[in-house]
């Protein structure tokens, strides 16, 4: 690794670096070729590929190049020439690797063989796929109760995968279905059914090309979600508004070059992406939003007063919304600096925000993991969604709610029961398709597996893709607990630390990617997944497979059923691995509503979209209306701040990821937009914390969180960095700064992990050379 550097980056977002950095992954994992060829079948729906990283929409018809300069690296890191295979792990022991890097782990390629943990060599033996699943499904039989067990799903697997899985743990008798959006998006799933009646957006494409403002909380697209940049630019173009709210100026949300217009390249021009850029403080949402609010009612009283148009949509309110009155007291009960101060912004910039908000007929919010990630994220999002519903902007072209997921299938999988609550599971369905009894007390989420892990209550853990153990809370905590495991089974593509953290009996099962070719006995199968927007395609991959012994996930699932389950007449595990479109009937017999003559909609120019009765004003909420929710406190994170940023020697951290980076997969050291490169141990601070604190740039430090539970959770060295980030406040990078995330300290009502919010002290470790 070179020595690093630190310096900032003026440049917009896409461009030059977007198009060297796509280069030079290629040319790093050997196949510059095969990967371009390779890149041009990427998000081409039916005989293409979704791509393996973020789950925004597809444009139909597709772009000639339908891929960003991260969903390229997810390809090339899939497609690498580099094997891992059973002579790395001979030579290398589990002790060993547990202090390599999360990138070096990764980089060693494509797991190709099963391989079973070996306690006496400390080293990973190859075994066949036979005795793989009869002793994993020995195991699973022998647990005293099935609710001793875990099955976890990332949102990397399709449809049909992730229907097959909950089949799976059903009929094994749990509802332990935990899964990556508890960890994102799970204050949404919980907010938005009481709000408007939907869980997921209730906007299309269609609607990003006739809005005319965007307003962004806690989403950094230029990283997370960077082909929505496209429509971000076009809006832009057409004149739209788009203001955003967030601690950090992320690039993305600033400039951008489109990197597939020669034109756009050749030309020292760019597009600015907002045209208001407001820094509140981490965790100042709900009372910046509660200020836009604010000052919406006063420019409506004075609208009022002049004889004037309403700023308010009155007529919409009234037919469609319930508990305005209650909401309009509350929010004119705040005065100016109380809402100044807890959101770090001025009063003059949440008028300013209200200003645009009130010239713009059509509207979409869009939010990303700094507003669910808070202890009251569940009551943010539902601000976001009052906001909307002062102007009737719901259920109208151009306007309404968008939670930008993160992983390319995470909404798909809980559309077809990847879910722990047996309230949202077709009992009825199942019962009469399959028959068995399906579980009928809730399962455990994310934050609960890993207490149950720490406990003891835990003692089995099947992972359908993800690094759940670097992912979650409490590294420090779950690490040693997960070596207690009875069972712990990793179906992965690629090495990484979850594979080292063993259990008992440790096993790595590698699989398909979703790029490969999946022949089955009746030939190449599609497979299917959702987007943000609620549309379902069908897909294929192109690459041939990285080994002979790879199975597909479909095939690994229906293997583990047979080895653990008894016969069921009414299931045929075979014939559903040897047919997908089989799985896919069976989805639709389940969930009709959405799936029905699902073979023939997947083949859709364009793809079908699950029916959002919000969409078209129809409220399947406990009022049959849209609802007004007050949020108790402004506040994100109250129980926190006496030690938190209320005090002079606590910062406010939140975690990020860089743009070399997806999910806990690293591609590099570099973060370019933020100007760091060939290091992730830093922490940004605002200029005035290091002085007052008595810190110069470069010192290192430990970080050690600041709450008083007995236990001791600390992270560094780290660099102490310069960045523009406001006063209080302090960022450091994800997973490594998970280690400071208290498993207890997460949402309130959904238990998503308040990652943005952790209260911590700064120890000097060493002074700047």
């Known amino acids: 690794m070179s020595q690093p550097t630190f310096k900032p980056y003026r440049a917009p977002s896409g461009g030059w670096g977007s198009a060297y950095s796509v280069a030079n992954i290629l040319i790093r994992e050997k196949i510059p070729l095969a990967g371009a060829a390779l890149l041009l079948k990427q998000n081409k729906p039916i005989d293409g590929f979704a791509c393996v990283s973020c789950a925004w929409a597809k444009p139909h018809p597709p772009r000639t190049l339908s891929f960003c300069e991260n969903g390229a690296k997810a390809t ?103 899964d990556s959006s508890n960890m994102c998006h799970e204050s949404t799933s919980v907010a938005l059914p009481e709000s408007i009646g939907v869980p997921v957006a209730t906007v299309t494409l269609n609607d990003m090309e006739k809005t005319d403002g965007l307003f962004f909380f806690g989403q950094n697209t230029g990283t997370s979600s960077p082909r929505m940049l496209h429509e971000l630019q076009e809006a832009r173009e057409r004149g739209a508004e788009i203001i955003t709210f967030n601690p950090i100026r992320e690039r993305g949300l600033e400039r951008f070059v489109d990197p597939q217009s020669p034109r756009e390249m050749l030309t020292p021009d760019s597009t600015v992406i907002s045209t208001q850029y407001h820094q509140l403080a981490i965790g100042g949402d709900i009372a910046a939003i509660t200020g836009v609010c604010k000052a919406l009612f006063a420019m409506d009283d004075e609208a009022q007063a002049a004889g004037k148009p309403r700023v308010l949509d009155v007529d919409f309110i009234e037919q469609h919304t319930h508990g305005f009155e209650a909401f309009e007291r509350h929010v004119r009960g705040y005065a100016w600096s109380v809402l100044e101060r807890r959101s770090g912004l001025s009063r003059a910039a ?78 009825d369905n199942l019962r009469r398709q399959f028959g068995f009894e399906p579980p009928s007390e809730d399962g455990v989420n994310t934050v609960e597996a890993c207490e149950g892990i720490i406990d003891g209550s835990i003692k089995g853990f099947i992972a359908m893709g993800g690094n759940f153990v670097r992912a979650v809370p409490d590294t420090s905590q779950i690490e040693p607990a997960w070596r207690r495991l009875r069972l712990s089974v990793q179906v992965s593509t690629k090495l990484n630390r979850s594979h080292l953290v063993t259990g008992e009996v440790s096993y790595i099962l590698p699989c398909l990617g979703r790029t490969e070719i999946d022949r089955q006995a009746t030939g190449e199968q599609r497979h299917t997944t959702e987007d943000s927007t609620a549309c379902i395609r069908a897909w294929r991959g192109a690459a041939e497979p990285a080994g002979e012994l790879l199975l597909s996930e479909p095939t690994i699932v229906a293997r583990l059923a047979k080895a653990t389950l008894v016969d069921n007449p009414n299931l045929d595990w075979d014939a559903w691995v040897g047919n997908y479109d089989l799985i896919r009937e069976a989805i639709a017999e389940s969930y009709p509503e959405i799936f029905h003559d699902f073979n023939v909609h997947m083949m859709e120019p364009g793809g079908f979209h699950r029916p959002l009765g919000a969409s078209q004003r129809r409220w399947d909420t406990e009022t049959g209306k849209a609802n007004f929710i007050n949020p108790p406190e402004l506040a994100a994170d109250p129980d926190t701040e006496e030690g938190g940023h209320e005090r002079h020697d606590v910062l406010q951290m939140m975690t ?50 600041e709450v008083d539970d007995g236990v001791h959770r600390s992270v560094g060295p780290l660099r102490v960095t310069p960045y523009n980030i406001p006063e209080g406040c302090c960022a450091g990078y994800y997973p490594e700064c998970n280690v400071l995330l208290p498993v207890w300290h997460h949402a309130k009502r959904s238990k998503v992990p308040a990652a943005k919010s952790i209260p911590v002290r700064l120890r000097k470790v060493i002074a700047a050379a």
């Open 76 to 178: 090339a890191w899939e497609n690498t020439t580099r094997r891992c295979g059973p002579e790395f792990f001979a030579t290398h022991r589990v002790t060993e690797l547990l202090n390599w890097t999360d990138f070096d782990l990764e980089h060693q390629g494509r797991l190709t063989h099963p391989m079973r943990y070996d306690t006496a060599s400390d080293t990973y033996r190859a075994v066949s796929w036979e005795q793989a699943f009869a002793e994993i499904g020995q195991e699973l039989k022998a647990m005293e109760a099935p609710n001793q067990v875990v099955f976890y799903m990332s949102g990397r697997a399709s449809l049909e995968t992730a229907y097959m899985y909950g089949v799976l743990a059903r009929m094994y008798g749990t509802n332990n279905l935990p």
């Open 350 to 427: 949440m008028e300013a925000a209200a200003t645009a908000y009130a010239g713009c007929q059509q509207v979409i919010v869009a939010y990303g993991m700094g507003i669910t990630q808070h202890r009251h994220g569940v009551e943010a999002v539902q601000m976001l969604v009052n906001l909307l519903l002062l102007r009737g902007n719901m259920g109208k072209e151009g306007a309404g709610i968008l939670p930008v997921r993160g992983h390319s299938n995470v909404q798909g999988q809980r559309t077809v029961g990847i879910t722990e609550k047996a309230a949202q599971v077709p009992v």
């Open 656 to 705: 990020l990821r860089s743009n070399d980076q997806f999910n806990t997969t690293v591609y590099g050291y570099d973060d370019r937009f933020r100007g760091i490169h060939g290091t992730r141990a830093v922490i940004m601070m605002n200029r005035n914390d290091i002085v007052r604190l008595g810190l110069a740039e470069g010192d290192q430090i430990e970080a050690v969180t």
